[in-house]
């Protein structure tokens, strides 16, 4: 993670700064400059992207389910 928040993998963000030839580069998302030493390593079991489209489908799926259900 860096300080404005975006995620990435560590590898890329390396591979990122080495491309950038310095310390520091900016966010490929935002922008927002960050240094090598400000890279924080997140320990999360699961990351999981926000999707919307995913969330979508769930959702509808869980309401015809439950008109399935109804009709049972
Ligand atoms: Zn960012």
């Known amino acids: 993670c860096i300080p404005c928040g975006h995620v990435y993998g ?3 963000l390396e591979k990122w700064l080495a491309q ?3 310390k520091s ?4 998302q935002c922008g927002k400059m960050f240094r090598q030493k400000n890279i924080i390593n997140l320990y999360a079991p699961e990351i999981v992207v926000p999707n919307n489209d995913l969330e979508k489908q ?3 799926l869980r309401d ?9």
């Open 10 to 12: 560590r590898s890329c």
């Open 58 to 60: 769930v959702l509808s």
């Open 64 to 72: 015809k389910n439950e008109f399935l259900e109804n009709q049972v």
């Open 20 to 22: 950038c030839g310095k």
């Open 25 to 28: 580069a900016t966010c490929p």
